[in-house]
T-cell receptor, first 113, second 114 residues
Framework: GENVEQHPSTLSVQEGDSAVIKCTYS??????FPWYKQELGKRPQLIID?????GEKKDQRIAVTLNKTAKHFSLHITETQPEDSAVYFC????????????FGTGTRLLVSP | DSGVTQTPKHLITATGQRVTLRCSPR?????VYWYQQSLDQGLQFLIQ???????AKGNILERFSAQQFPDLHSELNLSSLELGDSALYFC?????????????FGSGTRLTVV
């Protein structure tokens, strides 16, 4: 089955710096890659996603890149702000008659003022 | 409001007891997923249901069981509770199509076993 590895497990940056979180997946058939943000005690929320027919997608300060050959994808956050502090989860999914997301282990991002 | 409703929001119970967590999926979603998240841990997949049938099982203990009813709501039953079962339990739902848009999570049930 699919396996998703996520690095780093924790990331501390200064406000205004960029942050990059990387994930690798094992199954080349995976074709959908969402990113979730989870604030303390809250539910995970989808912040951006990318499909396998696209190499990069941007939404204001966040972007996701996908390298299908290397089977890895990354989340980029520019001009970080304290409110970006949260746990970020990557995931990979394929459609085989039904969907099943496999989540990474999460990255705790701390943005210091 | 994500459209996925979980009740109760908080639950405090004693060891050895049994509790039931409830989830109503987003309108139109046929799949329901249950996850356990212990303090500072990741999302541990427990079980998935699709239109009333069990579809996939993860690291779900034998003391735990779940079902999805004809109206598509789902219940997660936790029995013989132990201190280590204290966690946030999330339900998520999704549609089933090739134009997939990921899971929508409910706000979770925080279970404290004392």
């Amino acid at each position: 089955g699919e396996n998703v590895e996520q690095h780093p497990s924790t990331l501390s940056v200064q406000e205004g710096d960029s942050a990059v979180i990387k994930c690798t997946y094992s199954d080349s058939a995976s074709n959908y890659f969402p990113w979730y943000k989870q604030e303390l005690g809250k539910r995970p929320q989808l912040i951006i996603d990318i499909r396998s027919n696209v190499g990069e997608k941007k939404d204001q300060r966040i972007a996701v890149t996908l390298n299908k050959t290397a089977k890895h994808f990354s989340l980029h956050i520019t001009e970080t702000q304290p409110e970006d502090s949260a746990v970020y989860f990557c995931a990979a999914s394929m459609f085989e008659g039904f969907q099943k997301l496999v989540f990474g282990t999460g990255t705790r991002l701390l943005v210091s003022p | 409001d994500s459209g996925v409703t979980q009740t109760p929001k908080h639950l405090i119970t004693a060891t050895g007891q049994r509790v039931t967590l409830r989830c109503s999926p987003r309108s139109g979603d046929l799949s329901v997923y249950w996850y356990q998240q212990s303090l500072d841990q990741g999302l541990q997949f427990l079980i998935q249901y699709y239109n009333g049938e069990e579809r996939a099982k993860g690291n779900i203990l034998e003391r735990f069981s779940a079902q999805q009813f004809p109206d598509l709501h789902s219940e997660l039953n936790l029995s013989s509770l132990e201190l280590g079962d204290s966690a946030l339990y999330f339900c998520a739902s999704s549609g089933e199509s090739r134009e997939y848009y990921g899971y929508t999570f409910g706000s979770g049930t925080r279970l404290t076993v004392v």
